[in-house]
């Protein structure tokens, strides 16, 4: 994927994949556990967020629904000066990540055990990017996203290699997104791990004030 890996990142990668190994055995944390798919379809299928230059650019980014802190993590030990926040709904993986990253020594980088859509009432509009891996369908983790992104910010979907219809109208009109140039970035794993999609929107004006919805109904009924 042309990434360069300094020494010590690569060190901070295995630490932190032993830890989640470790942490596996009493959380369900993953089902990928073998030392290449986790090399591959974790670590560096979370770097490929890097293919997007813009979402590089900003310094805030949010993870929403990390589970085991894929991608956000790996994201902050490949750049240190990013400020991380990884979201999740469930306290016992906020407390697995709160403890990894004091046994990792990261610093700029937080758990929060909350909902997307309570974030969105003190976080609103405040992150540079926000990324998604593996929640649900566009239209759900755009109207959970969109509203925490400020007004020039990147989000960043990671999708499976089918191509989603979006309602680009409605994106815009409802979420003040716009859908970038090079929208859906493709890209394949190595070792025939896989197909991935990134799917790229632009917060190009602010989000009506209704949205997100309250909890639950961006999954129970999506824009789109």
């Known amino acids: 994927m042309g990434l360069i890996l300094e020494e010590q990142v690569v060190e901070g990668f295995l630490s932190f994949a032993v830890y989640v190994v470790k942490g596996n055995t009493r959380l369900n944390l993953t089902r990928i556990t073998d030392e290449r798919e986790m090399a591959v379809k974790h670590f560096l299928d979370s770097l490929a967020v890097t293919l997007v230059p813009r979402f590089c650019e900003g310094i805030r980014f949010v993870d929403i629904g990390t589970g085991a802190g894929f991608p956000g993590i790996p994201l902050k030990m490949y750049d240190p000066e990013k400020e991380c926040t990884l979201l999740d709904s469930v ?3 906020v407390a697995f990540l709160q403890e990894a990253i004091e046994y990792l020594g990261l610093s700029g980088i937080e758990g929060v055990n909350m909902r997307a859509e ?10 540079d990017g926000v990324v998604c891996r593996g929640v649900g369908s566009v239209g759900e983790v755009a109207e ?21 219809q979006i ?5 815009l009109e409802e979420l003040g997104g716009a859908l970038s140039a090079k929208d859906q970035v493709e890209y394949e ?25 309250r909890a639950g109904m961006a999954r129970k009924r999506p824009l789109f």
């Open 144 to 164: 959970l996203s969109m509203p925490l992104l400020r007004v020039g910010g990147i989000m960043v979907i990671m999708k499976g290699p089918e191509k989603e």
């Open 91 to 93: 306290g016992k993986k």
């Open 118 to 127: 309570e974030l969105a009432i003190t976080k609103r509009e405040y992150f």
């Open 189 to 213: 794993l190595p070792f025939g791990l896989g197909k991935r999609r990134l799917i790229v929107i632009e917060k190009v004006k602010q989000t009506k004030q209704k949205y997100p919805r």
């Open 167 to 171: 309602d680009r109208a409605l994106l």
